[in-house]
């Protein structure tokens, strides 16, 4: 069974740089019956590469031989294109083709199953592109659309925003669908610790300006001009920067296997040799120069030699009110990442918690076979009511059903919708699911109104069921009042003989999608084992040596529903982890620079200390004193990260359709988090000064 199989045209190979390594590019897929393989597929099958020429049989939507007219390298990890077989294109047109010659899958509007990539001529408009574009299909279709009251939509979009910024049907498995905001969100924490790594520097930078007056008063009473002493302080920031710039990509080298094995990816350091990477990572070296060391520069070259020896600065409005300024944005992004962090868990957790409408556990799910031994559909769907019988008959299984799709299996199969009575502009799309009439049972999803399929309907019944959803968007008022009602569906006349409650076909980060469903076909996609016990191991083997026996030749293919539903939360539990891991890098970073703060604000109160206990002050007076300045800072933070964190939050939160509310407790919380954090580094520093000899602290200046 190989997932990786595509279709495609002459020109996918010419259009696309997927480097093909055997082959004729002039000829290639031009013809039916071919196929191009990867490097993987073509060893897997035949050992070797230099396949051009050998065959492969193919079974699935029609059972021909294919000859093998190409081989590519492997596809990149990171392509939303991923194939390990290309069948040609005509080998499809040639299965639909009827006796005057036109082929369905060149011709029918209505196959939706086709992605179309077009490269535009250099210096083309694609905005102006695609408004033509539109007109050209309407002028097409035009009396179509007119008609019968519906559009055909063909969005453009740019083929590198499709992982990020879209999520079209059969576009991509749910968990390859990457998130834009996510990214987005990632990439401000990433900023964050770059400011706050910046900040720290120049409040150290400013706080020891007293520490460096005597130097700078010396080299100016000896004639050094200011642009000597402002191009040795940047030139002090530019080496750090420098260094912390070399360490942060030995680190990234050193730790990337590490991070790939958190997030379950596949980067790779081919980064070092891209152009762009090096002109971003100089971009941010020089801005971080010049914001970390120019003000410090500024400052500290400026000082009167009359005057530093005296201490002045320090002791300046100016310099004090730039430091709170600095530390109370520390403090506020502190509390963002901290607040964004519990919403992230509180949100994943509420995902994998919420109801989903039916019952996920204990579920194994076997997929079809693709090769029957005989081409009469009755005698397959014989075998395959055989196979039921069978497995119905083991102890480990309490129920079973048959279906054409799954929870957390995208449905591709639609149709237009509506009331018997209604206009054609009252047409709705509907998602179809083909079931037996123990699905519902199964799942424990409830028919709210109306009946079940029965037993022995005929699988070309006029009969349907529909969710709620799909009850409300025909306009029904309620469940019971769509009941015996008849609706135009697929071209004619069915009847609703029931609705079932609302379940989440796909994860609750979607919408609940209308749904129709039919009884039984004569074949089926998936059959789904209810078990009723945790010995899965010979489960497996009972239900293999089943299905082998009545479809020997077939792969045994099988998956359990929970670890195939809960896939589509991949991406969000893997944010999740980025997200905590860089908040507390930001975390830690902005506490090293409040210890080196508090370290040179109790020195710089050494005396003002030793003061206040010989007169009697005792240390825990002392360390309300020193540490007050900070929770004001902090409360200004709270009042600055709230709204901002909350607005993030709320933005990212919107892309989920079930999803919790941003809590004022959590905002709070994360405040009087950041507020012990500080604390607790603060006090490490003021309660060691507190505690000293008096007598040493009055000797200090």
Known sequence: RENRVHIADPSFLKIFDFKLIRGDLSTILNAKDQVVLTESAAKKYFGKTDVVGERLEFHSWVTR?????????????????????????????????????FSASETAWGWYDFNTYVSLRD??????????????????????????????????????????????????EPEEQGDGQSVALLSIIAV????????????????????????????????????QLIYQFLSEAFVLNFMSLILGITIVLLGIKYFNQLTNSLLSVSFLMDAGFWLTGIGIFVLGVVLSGLYPAFVLSGFKPSEVL????????????????????????????????IIVFQQLRHMHGADLGFELGDKMVVKNPSIFQVDVDSLNFN?????????????????????????????????????????RDKNRTTYIISIDHKYFDLYNIEVVAGSNFQEFMRSDSTSIIVNETQAKE?????????????????????????????????????????????????????????LNTENYKNVIQDVEASYLEFFPG???????????????????????????????FAIIVACLGLFGLASFSAAQKTKEIGVRKVLGAKVDQIVVLLTKEFVIIIALANLIAWPSIYFVMEGWLSGFASRISVSIFVLIASGILVLIIALVTVSFQTIKTAQSN???????E
């Open 65 to 101: 031989t294919l000859e093998v007219v190409g081989v590519t390298e492997d596809v990149p990890h990171n392509s939303h294109i991923k194939y390990d077989f290309l069948i040609s294109y005509e080998t499809l047109n040639d299965h639909t083709r009827n006796e005057e010659g």
């Open 123 to 172: 210096g083309t408009d694609p905005t102006e592109f695609d408004r033509k574009f539109k007109e050209a299909v309407y002028q097409e279709r035009k009396e179509d659309f007119e008609k019968y009251d519906f559009r055909s939509e063909f969005p453009l979009q740019p083929i590198a925003d499709i992982h990020l910024y879209s999520n079209l049907l059969q576009e991509s």
């Open 192 to 227: 964050f610790i770059l400011l706050i790594a910046w900040i720290n520097y120049i409040n150290l930078s400013t706080a020891r300006a007293s520490k460096r007056a005597k130097e700078v008063g010396i080299r100016k009473t000896m004639g050094a001009y200011r642009k």
């Open 310 to 341: 005296k201490g002045k600065f320090a002791q300046s409005n100016r310099g004090i009110m730039l430091r709170k300024v600095l530390v109370t944005f520390q403090f506020a992004a502190s509390i963002s990442l901290i607040a964004g962090t």
């Open 383 to 423: 075998i395959a009511k055989n196979f039921k019988n069978d497995l119905e008959n083991n102890a480990f299984v309490k129920k079973l059903s048959i279906s054409s799709n799954v929870p957390g299996d995208e449905i591709y199969w639609t149709n237009g919708i509506r009331k018997q009575e209604d206009t």
């Open 474 to 530: 025909l306009g029904f008022n309620s469940p019971e009042e769509a009941v015996q009602k008849k609706v135009n569906f697929r071209g004619e006349v069915f009847q609703i003989v029931g609705v079932v409650e609302d379940y989440h076909q796909m994860s609750v980060k979607n919408k609940v999608s209308p749904l129709t469903f039919v009884h039984e076909r004569n074949e089926f996609n998936f059959l789904t084992l209810s």
């Open 554 to 584: 077939n792969p045994f293919d099988f998956f359990f529903l929970d670890d195939f539903f809960n896939r589509q939360y991949v991406n969000e539990t893997t944010f999740s982890k980025v997200f905590t891991l860089f908040a507390g």
């Open 694 to 700: 008096p007598v040493k602290a009055l000797r200090y």
